[in-house]
């Protein structure tokens, strides 16, 4: 499984930020009830090997349109799997596609399990050798220290990167993660793992190849976390459909405009659904429908967070 | 996706159990640098392809011996996925083949996402009808009651079960789960929401389809876990290879030899390697090596828990 020695996660994903000019996530969440009916209609739902078909042709559409728009997408591993081996084959072909593209690709599969399990998962899909492909992968850390190490060692021999859930952006995910434990919360227990983690790697971007899922919908909690993480790249989820906004994710970046990612999946992906897009780009018009919401993400972000530094595109 | 009313998942396991006489759950966990000479040595380890193809041999093989001898498997996903959309078929076919071997069989994905996300691997997983076919799934609890209700929604609907991770098996899962959080560590706060999930939907055994993964490597924890959560089957692994024996699992039954099922992975399916048996067992035999070390682990569990209060098959 030799690679060719590329660069570092971090100052890969940084060098895609500065080069497109923001911190856009699209999350490829391909949900059969809401695809564009010009894939879905001629399909039989039962039939998975063609809805994984569509799905691919969903997805390769999405790609291109933000392959030169954005920096980065995150193909939700869950509604692959939904459709059986023939989904996951969807799953391959789409990061394929998206990499192809120039996209960086985080795989959102949240794996994780003891060591030498954990360390099945991180071959398995980290690096661009790897069977299934990803620059980077989201992770859980239930299971403490010695089942992330195992993805820690994979990710930087490979130049790949992990994002490691500390505070989701579900209304129930404070259950267990906001439970003080020691006068600090679990999260933040977790998120002082992630940093160590992440500056034992720095690269020349000033992060880490290790980062951390940090749900938008919890502002205060980011500007803590933004602090106790000062290496670590943030993906940031919960912009959007669960209704927090650019204004909202300003205290995940850093003073330059990196530091940050902020995922949008159906907003951007089926903004042909939203009312504002749904007569403007009716029918065949779904891929206009998801140009116009991703420059419409791109231009608030950069209005209300330090993105607005950056170069624009 | 409807599916015929079968019995309750907790119900079914207990039937299982008592049918076979015993609770051992062989781990489905396809190391290609351990599997037999016979089917390793012929294939190209770099041809993905026909790496599956030799996992599922490799696995029927196993059902072929276990499946009149115990009454759950469990495969493990991360091996599968290392193979990537390949061994994801291999996957499919091993659980099919053993669901018709009369085996329960309980996916070790420790899946999970937000509310809407956990729907579609809720949908991925559970029930004879869904497109992995698995009759339990392992799920993680990191993201709180919103992203376990789906599974639990859909297991009840479908028959199926779920194990919920409590306390896990690796020396470094105390790092967060034995964090003391209002004077209790996490992971009895894990145990007390998966005891009210079990408790909500119990069966004519007494067990809910709800059940926990707690670790055998932790005995003490084990009695603390059994009493707080009277009403879910616990799923321990960490017997054998990982260092725990009969007597150390034996307080995670009730005293009709009920409410647990004991893993063991590499400790069975790769017996022939273990020093035991390499002699006696050795070239083709590895079959009978499996046999041996399945029926030496049934007695050890017989003997010292119980288990024993069990009819013998």
């Not at 490829?28 to 010009?38: K, T, V, Y």
């Not at 999405?62 to 059986?84: M, N, R």
């Not at 949240?110 to 992770?139: C, H, M, Q």
Request: charged share 20%.
């Amino acid at each position: 499984m030799a690679a060719s020695k590329m660069t570092a996660f971090g100052d890969r994903l940084s060098a895609a930020v500065r080069r497109t000019g923001n911190p856009v996530c699209v999350g490829l969440d391909p949900r059969w009830e809401q695809l564009p009916e010009a894939l879905a209609a001629p399909v039989d739902s039962n039939d998975r090997t063609r809805c994984a078909s569509a799905y691919v042709q969903f997805c390769r559409g999405v790609v291109d349109v933000v392959g030169g728009l954005v920096p980065v997408v995150k193909p939700q591993v869950a509604f692959f799997e939904q459709l059986g081996p023939a989904g996951m084959q969807a799953l391959a072909e789409t990061i394929a596609y998206a990499r192809a593209a120039g996209l960086l690709v985080i795989v959102d599969g949240k794996r994780n399990d003891i060591g030498s399990t954990a360390e099945a998962y991180a071959d398995a899909f980290l690096g661009a050798d790897s069977p299934w492909g990803g620059d980077a992968l989201t992770v859980s850390p239930y299971l403490g220290d010695d089942s992330l190490s195992p993805f820690v060692d994979v990710a930087v021999q490979r130049d790949a990167g992990l994002f490691v859930l500390a505070k989701t952006s579900n209304p129930g995910g404070g259950q267990f993660q906001d439970l003080a434990c020691d006068e600090r919360p679990l999260y933040v227990h977790v998120a002082e793992h992630i940093e160590r983690l992440a500056a034992a790697h720095v690269g020349s971007c000033g992060y880490g190849p290790i980062g951390a899922v940090v749900g938008a919908t919890y502002p205060q909690q980011m500007v803590d976390l933004r602090c106790i993480m000062p290496h670590a790249w943030l993906l940031v989820p919960g912009y959007g459909s669960q209704g927090a906004t650019a204004r909202d994710v300003a205290p995940a970046f850093d003073s330059n405009g990196l530091g940050a990612i902020v995922n949008n999946s159906r907003g951007i992906i089926f903004a042909q659904r939203r009312k504002e897009y749904s007569d403007k780009f009716a029918g065949g018009r779904w891929q206009e429908a998801i140009e116009a919401a991703t420059r419409e993400m791109i231009a608030h972000l950069r209005a209300e967070t330090s993105a607005g530094k950056l170069s624009p595109n």
